[in-house]
């Protein structure tokens, strides 16, 4: 399709299949951070479509206990979507219908994670090497439920099978509602810049709304997101870590074109506390306590930003500090172990 020139304080409310969000802004699934605490954080500050932590279908199948947890929903959540990840479109189709009386308002497939453990097992973003059984898993899922069905893609599982586009025809074709893609493949995991001009290629191939991700950290970020691509949504994920404001933030610039004021360091503290309690009552002490180590190093990392912006006299968060990557490493072996309990 034609792309119409689009800016970020023109665009309307998200709307996927029968589901109207408030606003275009989404918050991303993310194993081992989006979960509820954070979620309703989230929510708060004015996402408008709020993404839980992927379930492997397998696990629910087998009635895995950890599953539970990871698709419970609070009420003040919606519209809430949650994410199947798998690569077996009998099982997915079958998970899908079990699970379409629980109070999500979207059911979403992943076909970006790029965790060896998930790839390794055909599923995640490996998914994108296989069109043939994109098709056969996202049928299966359509077919099986009546809520509106998305997926979450990658550019490509490499440079040289970038084939985003092909794979966006296909979920269009088989009934998908609406297409969230990463522009980085599976090979750059996180690293590198991402690239929205495929982004605008999908937007263009498709009439159905596709969500823009990747490197959106701010309003004029987001901005430059939306006119390069034309996409009908925002997709934030790592940008939101530390920094449940970016939503708000948002929000004002396309509400009134100003800037929001940065969050305090009152503010910040405030927030960690309060999330820190949250964990504690959704979780318990030790678990939540540990857990909400990781979402510690990412509210101070984006506070020492925030410090060297005001002195400085610009702001802009691009990537968090080493210190708080190195961290964000540390946490991914005890992460998966948490997300991914099954054996699949």
């Given at each position: 399709?034609?792309?119409?020139?689009?800016?970020?304080?023109?665009?309307?409310?998200?709307?996927?299949?029968?589901?109207?969000?408030?606003?275009?802004?989404?918050?991303?699934?993310?194993a081992?951070?989006?979960?509820?605490?954070?979620?309703?954080?989230?929510?708060?500050?004015?996402?408008?479509?709020?993404c839980?932590?992927?379930?492997?279908?397998k696990?629910?199948?087998?009635?895995?206990?950890?599953?539970?947890?990871?698709?419970?929903?609070?009420?003040?959540?919606?519209?809430?979507?949650?994410?199947?990840?798998?690569?077996?479109?009998?099982?997915?189709?079958?998970?899908?219908?079990?699970?379409?009386?629980?109070?999500?308002?979207?059911?979403?497939?992943?076909?970006?994670?790029?965790?060896?453990?998930?790839?390794?097992?055909?599923e995640?973003?490996?998914?994108?090497?296989?069109?043939?059984?994109?098709?056969?898993?996202?049928?299966?899922?359509?077919?099986?439920?009546?809520?509106?069905?998305?997926?979450?893609?990658?550019?490509?599982?490499?440079?040289?099978?970038?084939?985003?586009?092909?794979?966006?025809?296909?979920?269009?074709?088989?009934?998908?509602?609406?297409?969230?893609?990463?522009?980085?493949?599976?090979?750059?995991?996180?690293?590198?810049?991402?690239?929205?001009?495929?982004?605008?290629?999908?937007?263009?191939?498709?009439?159905i709304?596709?969500?823009?991700?990747?490197?959106?950290?701010?309003?004029a970020?987001?901005?430059?997101?939306?006119?390069?691509?034309?996409?009908?949504?925002?997709?934030?994920?790592?940008?939101?870590e530390?920094?449940?404001?970016?939503?708000?933030?948002?929000l004002?610039?396309?509400?009134?074109?100003?800037?929001?004021?940065?969050?305090?360091?009152?503010?910040?503290?405030?927030?960690?506390?309060?999330?820190?309690?949250?964990?504690?009552?959704?979780?318990g002490?030790?678990?939540?306590?540990?857990?909400?180590?990781?979402h510690?190093?990412?509210?101070?990392?984006?506070?020492s930003?925030l410090?060297?912006?005001r002195?400085?006299?610009t702001?802009?968060?691009?990537?968090?500090?080493?210190?708080?990557?190195?961290?964000?490493?540390?946490?991914?072996?005890?992460?998966?172990?948490?997300?991914?309990?099954?054996?699949?």
């Open positions: 399709m034609e792309n119409k020139k689009r800016t970020l304080q023109k665009m309307p409310p998200l709307k996927i299949g029968n589901v109207e969000m408030p606003n275009p802004l989404v918050l991303a699934p993310m081992g951070v989006t979960d509820l605490p954070f979620r309703v954080l989230c929510k708060e500050q004015g996402a408008g479509l709020i839980m932590e992927m379930v492997s279908a696990a629910i199948l087998y009635k895995n206990k950890n599953t539970e947890d990871l698709m419970t929903i609070d009420p003040g959540e919606h519209p809430v979507s949650l994410q199947l990840f798998g690569s077996d479109p009998e099982i997915l189709g079958q998970i899908a219908a079990q699970i379409e009386e629980r109070p999500f308002d979207i059911l979403d497939f992943n076909m970006g994670c790029p965790v060896p453990k998930v790839v390794n097992n055909g995640g973003s490996a998914l994108m090497k296989d069109p043939h059984l994109v098709r056969e898993i996202v049928t299966s899922m359509v077919k099986a439920v009546k809520k509106p069905v998305t997926v979450k893609i990658r550019k490509g599982f490499n440079e040289e099978s970038a084939n985003a586009v092909e794979i966006a025809k296909i979920l269009e074709d088989c009934g998908v509602a609406a297409i969230a893609v990463h522009g980085r493949t599976r090979a750059q995991f996180y690293s590198g810049k991402a690239d929205w001009d495929i982004i605008r290629q999908v937007k263009e191939a498709v009439s709304p596709v969500i823009g991700n990747g490197d959106v950290t701010d309003a970020s987001a901005e430059a997101l939306v006119e390069q691509t034309g996409c009908d949504g925002i997709m934030i994920g790592r940008g939101a530390g920094n449940p404001w970016i939503f708000k933030q948002i004002q610039y396309m509400e009134t074109g100003e800037t929001l004021a940065r969050p305090t360091q009152h503010e910040v503290k405030e927030m960690m506390l309060r999330h820190a309690r949250m964990q504690v009552e959704y979780k002490g030790a678990i939540g306590i540990r857990e909400m180590r990781k510690v190093a990412w509210y101070t990392a984006v506070q930003v410090i060297q912006g002195q400085g006299g702001y802009r968060v691009l990537h968090l500090p080493h210190h708080a990557q190195r961290h964000r490493q540390r946490q991914d072996q005890g992460r998966r172990a948490a997300v991914f309990p099954c054996a699949f």
